[in-house]
């Protein structure tokens, strides 16, 4: 099975478990290949349990293949702190505090606070002294910080 069909199929495996996939990788580490799925829930963010569910069925689909997957490592996780968000990823993160990245006058800037509206076109950003709305195709990367309180 040539890459571009596998990821096809995991890709199925995914979406037919309710999840988008946001990335796959093959990599070759210590003499076997490593398949890394990163995925995600448009409506929450994705529990270790639905990350087992969705490595149980890939490893199904690899284990059919034995002569072309014959010693794999699986690893599927969400996207983690370290991914910008993407579009579809916005309105789950309502509330939330985030950070982007972004150009202007040809300087890379950041501005952090609360997402405070997600519209088609444009989100915004309420920080402490001001809120800033940015257009998705103008923005840079967009990252959810952490918090450590028990509201969002």
């Known amino acids: 099975m040539d890459p571009v069909e596998l990821e096809k199929r995991v890709e199925m495996i995914v979406e037919a478990g309710g999840f988008r996939l946001v990335s796959a990788n093959w990599t070759p580490i210590k003499g076997r290949q490593q398949l890394r799925i990163v995925a995600d829930a448009e409506d929450h963010n994705i529990t270790i349990g639905e990350c087992s569910e969705i490595s149980r069925a890939i490893s199904d689909l690899l284990d059919s293949y034995p002569h072309e997957f014959p ?82």
């Not at 996780?77 to 150009?103: A, D």
């Open 71 to 152: 010693d794999y490592r699986l690893e599927v996780s969400s996207p983690g702190l370290k991914h910008p968000l993407e579009k579809w990823q916005f309105k789950k993160n309502l509330e939330r505090r985030v950070e982007i990245r972004f150009m202007e006058n040809n300087v890379q800037q950041r501005f952090a606070g609360k997402l405070s509206a997600v519209e088609e076109k444009d989100f915004t950003i309420e920080g402490k002294a001001e809120s800033r709305q940015f257009t998705y195709t103008d923005a840079g990367d967009v990252f959810v910080q952490p918090s450590f309180s028990k509201t969002k």
